[in-house]
């Protein structure tokens, strides 16, 4: 099982990144996986997250209506759309995924996630 998340970098606030959570070893449509984000001297945040049954997703209140998660079965990628960025964005984000076949998405505190990949920088500038 692995995760390779990329697509990070600096954009300035109003900006738009899009993240790519890419899975391999697994098939990621069976599994949740969610997207996490932890700012320098922070706590790590659940930012959102997609389940493997019907694809339900949960997103954090603070980025609701600003960011997106989707999965793309065809690539096995999970992706996390990110607009209107902020400068309290800024942080390394890592997605993470719940080995137990069949599983969803209960909460964003990224207990259940046993599987994480290395995180990507996303900087947002004011």
């Known amino acids: 099982v692995q995760l390779q998340a990329s697509g ?3 954009v ?3 900006g738009s990144l899009r993240l790519s959570c890419a899975a391999s070893g697994f098939r990621a ?6 997207w996490f984000r932890q700012a320098l001297g922070k706590e790590r945040e659940g930012v959102a997250c997609v389940g493997s049954r019907d ?4 997103v954090a ?12 079965t065809a690539d096995n990628t999970v992706y996390l759309q990110m607009n209107s960025l902020k400068p309290e964005d800024t942080a ?3 997605c993470a995924t719940d080995s137990r076949l069949g599983s969803g998405c209960a909460d964003l505190s990224g207990d259940g996630m046993d599987y994480w990949g290395k995180g990507t920088q996303v900087t947002v500038s004011s």
């Open 8 to 10: 990070g970098g600096l």
């Open 12 to 14: 300035q606030a109003g």
């Open 29 to 34: 449509s069976y599994y949740a996986i969610g």
């Open 55 to 58: 694809g339900g997703t949960f």
């Open 61 to 72: 209140d603070s980025v609701q209506g600003r960011f997106t998660i989707s999965r793309d």
């Open 92 to 94: 390394a984000y890592y």
